[in-house]
């Protein structure tokens, strides 16, 4: 089975795995450490939150700051409209920002936030 490892800078492992944890994600602690953070979105999706010191030694250049530019974005389906809106609702109360509008494309629909760090992250309902 393949696995995915998404990886994003932060400035402290801590606060972030304190937001993600108020949003109902678990991390794997074999794959954490006291500058990195791993959580769990599936089975075989995880996030590594490394933090930026951490981070620069796997990449070439700089570190983007995702609070004025876009890196990424980071999609996640969901399974109903209603869990669009109280993720985002969540992520903001638990020190998140806005990004986008809440819209409907179709039978899909879909709202993102900006977590602690900055990066994007967007929810999307496939509806039938």
């Known amino acids: 089975m393949r696995m995915i490892f998404v990886n994003l800078p932060v400035k402290d492992v801590q606060r972030s795995k304190a937001f993600f944890a108020e949003l109902g994600f678990g991390f794997n602690d074999e794959f954490s450490d006291e500058k990195t953070i791993c959580m769990v979105v599936e089975e075989n999706i995880m996030v590594m939150m490394l933090e930026h010191d951490r981070f620069a030694e796997f990449v070439n ?68």
């Open 61 to 128: 250049g700089d570190i983007s700051d995702a609070t004025t530019t876009t890196e990424v974005l980071n999609c996640l389906s969901v399974e109903t409209r209603d869990q669009v809106d109280d993720l985002v609702a969540k992520a903001i109360e638990a020190g998140g920002k806005p990004w986008k509008p809440s819209s409907e494309m179709g039978p899909m629909y879909g709202g993102s936030f900006q977590d602690v760090d900055g990066h994007v992250w967007e929810l999307m309902y496939a509806g039938s």
